[in-house]
């Protein structure tokens, strides 16, 4: 592997086929779960191959390195999670808005609590990867839909600056799943998180 190889943090070569889809998401899974379990300097690609059951050169007919797998793991996830927040934001359109925001809000839990490793604690896992992530975000890949909800629904609500309001709401509402996720800093449960997080964003806009 060349030096250039060391810096490449691109996929190598896009899977088509079913057969090659099912091998390179084995080996993002497999790198996920080696660095959750071992740890990043531990999770090689020698050991990434075996774990996710193909030769390291399979491996590397994709992924240059294991920097390349979890940039594509990233990716991915975020992708996959937008395309269910933009499509749950579609079908709430005609909703009513605090009806429309449990749901979506529900939605959002479900994915950090699914997805938290990549979407949660990537970075503390593998620092190189903080600058990679800074536009790789939810709120940002779903931001026009997003906003188009809100201009949707905007005679339920009292605030005129949708840009702000979303800003603070996506903010508030991620940065609260976060900690319940990651601190479980009350005995609250889940629904009852996703119902005071409904009607904190409700009260925002409407009072």
Known sequence: MTENDKNDFSRRKMPKQERALATADAITQATQQLIIKEGYENATTNRIAKAAGVSVGSLYQYFPNKQAIIKTLIQ?????AAAQIRNQLRDLMEVPLESALHQIIKL????YKENAFILIQIIEYVPEMKEFTKNIKLDIYTYSTNLAFLEQHQDEMTVTDYPTALLLIVRSTVHNIECFLTESPTDMTEE?????LT???YGYLTK
Do not use: C, G, P, S
């Open 192 to 196: 009852q998180l996703i119902t005071e």
């Open 199 to 201: 009607r904190m964003a």
């Open 108 to 111: 959002l839990f479900e994915i």
């Open 76 to 80: 991915e996830t975020v992708n996959d």
